[in-house]
């Protein structure tokens, strides 16, 4: 069982669904109205009221089977199965964890972990752009409207979301197989990409992320290496 609940708005949804965990079951909280959305490395998250969805699920550490890297793994993969589902457009997983609808992001992930009283949790923290059109000064962002030109009733969308990802977080599989699936879906792999590193641009090629949560790419000049988050910049 999952219980869902609904914000009118909320500063975020990361917070609020600490006062609402529930030990005998996960839960699930979220909002079209987001005022102080948080992202990966202290970026914000906050879309345009009544046309996107922040959404946050909560589940006790001890029901997921996997490391924290391959539940951000996982957890992407989720969200482009779904959207790929949806849409029947070209969904790519951008490493770590940003969703690519073709070529342009409509959703990122925080995922944290949180005690409350004597239990910890994950709280994944999902963003999804659905039907924002104006993305000026947000050149590599879009959304599924802005993408595909479809129009989706954003609570049926929720609601269907809540439901993937429930029945997908109740059977995760073996960590070899997250890891085989997610770089089967990473974008750009094996094509000539442009990478900033430092203040180097050069051309590279993705290969591979790995199960320590590393991104492997050969370059141009410096050959196969490998990269944790924000050490380097794909150019799109």
């Not at 990966?40 to 922040?54: D, M």
């Not at 006790?60 to 029947?88: Q, W």
């Not at 750009?188 to 949560?213: C, H, M, P, T, Y």
């Amino acid at each position: 069982m999952s219980s869902l609940i609904h914000f009118e708005n909320c500063f975020s949804t990361n917070d609020e669904i600490l006062t609402l965990l529930n030990e005998d079951e996960s839960t699930a909280v979220f909002t079209f109205n987001q005022t102080k959305g948080r992202g990966q490395y202290g970026n914000s998250w906050n879309g345009v009221p009544n046309q996107n969805l922040a959404y946050s699920f909560g589940i006790k550490t001890s029901e997921i089977k996997v490391s924290d890297i391959f539940l951000n793994y996982y957890t992407a993969l989720v969200i482009r199965d779904y959207l790929d589902k949806l849409t029947n457009a070209d969904c790519r997983i951008k490493w770590p964890n940003d969703i690519i609808l073709n070529g342009k992001k409509v959703c990122g992930i925080l995922i944290e972990k949180k005690k409350v009283g004597n239990v910890d949790y994950f709280i994944i923290g999902i963003g999804i752009n659905v039907l924002q059109s104006d993305f000026t000064n947000l050149t590599k962002a879009g959304s599924v409207l802005s993408v595909t030109g479809f129009t989706l009733d954003l609570m049926l969308f929720s609601q269907n979301f809540h439901e993937y990802l429930v029945s997908r977080m109740d059977n995760i599989p073996v960590e070899e197989k997250i890891l085989r699936d997610y770089n089967f879906n990473l974008f750009r792999k094996d094509e000539i990409s442009v990478f900033q590193k430092s203040n180097l641009r050069q051309n590279g090629i993705v290969k591979n992320a790995d199960n320590n949560g590393f991104l492997w790419i050969d370059l141009e000049y410096e050959g196969l290496q490998k990269f944790f988050h924000k050490e380097i910049e794909m150019l799109y």
